[in-house]
């Protein structure tokens, strides 16, 4: 077999095996365990959600991205982000603490119903996953 056919071998082999993985991988979760008020100072507050993003998977992942909007009493009181990248573990369920700074608190107050509603994104090798979450406490 010449340099061709050991390429094009190759190719294939490499071809199965990436789309063996891809049907391997099964879809991750995330959970809001809580969310919290703390560091209340001059007119404003540091709002805490608790996640859990549940990863099945064999590979280790990252929680690249957060885009939420959280609200109290029915209000939007702003966007929740993460300022960094988050390893998650195989196999396993990993905690994440993400802090909103809001600047300006409601006018019920901090006490009431708390929503947050957003997307968490989190990368298994080369595969993305957008997981969506609606969560009230």
Excluded: C
């Excluded at 077999?1 to 082999?13: E, R, Y």
């Excluded at 982000?81 to 196999?91: F, K």
């Excluded at 994440?96 to 608190?105: D, G, K, P, R």
């Amino acid at each position: 077999m010449g340099k061709l056919g050991w390429f094009a071998l190759i190719t294939i082999f490499l071809i199965v095996l990436f789309f063996a993985f891809v049907g391997a991988v099964q879809k991750p979760s995330v959970n809001v365990i809580d969310m919290n008020f703390r560091g209340f100072s001059g007119g404003g507050a540091d709002l805490v959600i608790d996640l859990e993003v549940d990863n099945p998977n064999i590979l280790s992942g990252t929680l690249t991205g957060l885009d939420a909007i959280v609200y109290v009493n029915g209000g939007e009181v702003g966007p929740a982000n993460i300022e960094r990248e988050y390893p998650i573990a195989g196999q396993r369920v990993s905690p994440v603490e993400v802090v909103v700074h809001m600047q300006n608190v409601p006018l019920g107050g901090l006490s009431g119903s708390i929503r947050a509603v957003g997307t968490a994104h989190l990368r298994i090798g080369p595969l993305p996953f957008d997981l969506p979450f609606d969560e009230t406490h």
